[in-house]
Nanobody
Framework: QVQLVESGGGLVQPGGSLQLSCAAS????????MGWYRQAPGKERVLVAR?????YYADSVKGRFTASRDNAKNTVYLQMKSLKPEDTAVYYC?????????WGQGTQVTVSS
């Protein structure tokens, strides 16, 4: 079992920045994929960033978001810059361990003036 606890969401104005963190309850090795999804109201959950070796980003966030992980701290981060209203969503971190996907509880990010 892996528990993922997210933090860092909130309300930010367009053009602003936020950093999300996601801490795992146990050691997550570098071979295990970690990343972030988001789900906007009325829409499906979509992949934002995935870290396994290199990092994959959705086209909608390339150049604005940076995902990183600290294996020593069992933590994955999502640095978000130049935020837009369309980035408003619940953000979920995830981790794949031994063929099973674990999810965080989600953290709300609202971009609004």
């Amino acid at each position: 079992q892996v528990q993922l606890v997210e933090s860092g969401g909130g309300l930010v104005q367009p053009g602003g920045s936020l950093q999300l963190s996601c801490a795992a309850s146990r050691s997550i090795f570098s071979l295990n994929t970690m990343g972030w999804y988001r789900q906007a109201p009325g829409k499906e959950r979509v992949l934002v960033a995935r870290i396994i070796g290199g990092t994959y980003y959705a086209d909608s966030v390339k150049g604005r978001f940076t995902a990183s992980r600290d294996n020593a701290k069992n933590t994955v981060y999502l640095q978000m810059k130049s935020l837009k209203p369309e980035d408003t969503a619940v953000y979920y971190c995830y981790c794949d361990v031994v063929g099973r996907r674990y999810w965080g509880q989600g953290t709300q990010v609202t971009v609004s003036s």
